[in-house]
């Protein structure tokens, strides 16, 4: 079955570049999607079908995937951004979630 | 106005079951699908099952197979999920999503709130 890795955490500086990684095998064969969650908030997906952003979401969150590894990058990083982060993909009809990725503004 | 709304949090004792309602307003409700996700205090999110609501098609993570039953009643366009012997380790923010109505699935683009379950005796 599908399971997606993602680095525990990441710290970045305000208006560099964050990037998290999503790793599963053959992972470039589905659509990934990525969502935000801040404390006490409900999940919010930045990115789906690999690389599209939905109304409202901010040009500098951008996706993509290949291989066996799906990437999420926000750009120009700013302390708004400081979330917990979510890779997902779904293995026939079952949905799996990557393990997280804590994203750190410093 | 779109949106999903969820019953209230809830105590339950081990052993016993709880179903959780999300009630779906601001869209056809038969045009889509309901999956329901986890989240243990302070860990991450875990996909528990999905159901179309357009033909009641249905599936559940491995681990939760025989202890979740996932339905709907599209006349009040609400999803329900109920899970059976309830287990200490059960206890965590469930939330219900809205996705596409079967394959290919797309990502969960409405949440709802979250309702919290905690299994104590």
């Known amino acids: 079955s599908l399971e997606l890795t993602q680095p525990p955490s990441v710290s970045v500086s305000p208006g560099q570049t964050a990037t998290i990684t999503c790793s599963g095998d053959k992972l470039g064969d589905t659509f990934v999607c990525w969502y935000q969650q801040k404390p006490g908030q409900s999940p919010v997906v930045v990115i789906y079908?690999?690389?599209k952003r939905p109304s409202g979401i901010p040009e500098r969150f951008s996706g993509s995937n290949s291989g066996n590894t799906a990437t999420l990058t926000i750009s120009g990083t700013q302390s708004v951004d400081e979330a917990d982060y979510y890779c997902?993909?779904?293995?026939?009809?079952?949905?799996?979630f990557g393990t997280g990725t804590k994203v750190t503004v410093l | 106005q779109l949106q999903l709304v969820q019953s209230g949090a809830e105590l339950k004792k081990p052993g016993a079951s709880v179903k959780v309602s999300c009630k779906a307003s601001g869209y056809t409700f038969t045009l889509y699908g309901i999956s329901w996700v986890r989240q243990a205090p302070g860990q991450g999110l875990e996909w528990m099952g999905w159901?179309?609501?357009?033909?009641?098609?249905?599936n559940s993570a491995q681990n939760l197979q025989g202890r979740v039953t996932l339905t709907t009643d599209t006349s009040t366009s609400t999803a329900y999920m109920e899970l059976r012997s309830l287990r200490s380790d059960d206890t965590a923010v469930y939330y219900c999503?809205?996705?596409?109505?079967?394959?290919?699935?797309?990502?969960?683009?409405?949440w709802g709130q979250g309702t919290f379950i905690t299994v104590s005796s």
């Open positions: 999503a809205r996705g596409s109505s079967g394959w290919p699935h797309d990502a969960f683009d409405v």
């Open positions: 997902q993909a779904w293995d026939t009809n079952t949905g799996v």
């Open positions: 159901i179309s609501a357009s033909n009641g098609d249905t």
């Open positions: 079908q690999d690389s």
